[in-house]
């Protein structure tokens, strides 16, 4: 893909999945934004066309100038892979959860401050994307100054959290595929090592959210345990090495970790997962 189109960077758009949370998104993830310097019409909330609150949005939108995008699909799982697929090659694409309540950074080994310029980190994080030849770009899981090194930026199999992670737009292309219903965040860490070479990850960047404490929001139906293990096997099967159980983890669900493995050539599109044959 030597040819590929980057946009520019400042070009970005954000995509906020969402469902019958109009009041949360302004208070957390779209405060978040404003504040941070993110033009509003380059913010993008996609809703279901079943949501019964998209009256509350329509007035959000009218009051800040966000965009709204109502479509069919229903769940996160297929909000995303409709996000992936909408804009044209090329086009820089942060997704965000719509609970994000603040991007922290460690100062040091103990502290943790907020990002302000989130305008500012965006860019930075999509023109370090561009120049190493990549694609898909994230933060570290867990906002604990302890386990995040400040102002590190590294390449290679990265878990990224969906919470808050970017990309440039390749429609159609695997990178975008999802063959489990959990877990995503895992399969699209391995497919972005597998085809790319390399996910980036800013290593002293963490997300806060309010994940699954909310009210609403696109996984309202619960998680379903038999569907989770199920989605842990597939991929253990599928990426054979490359996942393994955490059981230093302590979940009423079963808990996965990634292999650690530095930057490769990556394989073609038409490659399929190690683990399938």
């Known amino acids: 893909m030597t040819d590929f189109d980057y946009r520019h960077p400042n070009d970005y758009v954000v995509a906020i999945p969402s469902y019958q949370r109009a009041e949360q998104l302004e208070k957390r993830t779209l405060d978040l934004l404003l504040k941070g310097n993110v033009d509003p019409e380059a913010i993008h909330v996609f809703l279901h066309d079943n949501d019964p609150t998209i009256a509350q949005y329509e007035d959000l939108a009218q009051r800040t100038g966000i965009r709204l995008v109502v479509t069919q699909a229903r769940g996160i799982t297929a909000q995303r892979t409709g996000i992936a697929a909408l804009w044209p090659e090329g086009q820089p694409i942060v997704s965000m959860d719509d609970d994000v309540t603040a991007l922290m950074a460690a100062r040091d080994a103990k502290n943790l401050e907020p990002v302000g310029d989130l305008h500012k980190l965006f860019v ?61 965040e895992n399969e699209l860490s391995l497919r972005a090592w597998w085809y790319d070479g390399a996910a980036v990850r800013h290593d002293g960047v963490a997300a806060k959210a309010n994940f699954y404490t909310l009210a609403g929001g696109c996984q309202a139906a619960g998680r379903n345990h038999d569907q989770i293990e199920a989605s842990v096997r597939s991929l253990l099967a599928q990426w054979p090495g490359l996942v393994r159980i955490n059981n230093n983890r302590k979940s009423e669900h079963t808990e996965i970790v990634l292999a650690r493995r530095g930057r490769t050539a990556g394989h073609p599109v038409d490659s399929l997962p190690p683990g399938v044959q």
């Open 124 to 184: 930075r994080m999509f023109e370090e994307t561009r120049d190493r030849r990549l694609w898909v770009w994230g933060f570290a899981p867990v906002p604990n100054a302890f386990f995040l090194k400040p102002d590190k930026i590294s390449e290679g199999l990265k878990f990224l959290i969906f919470t808050c992670y970017g990309f440039y737009s390749r429609p159609g292309h695997p990178v975008h595929t999802h063959t489990v219903p959990y877990k995503d």
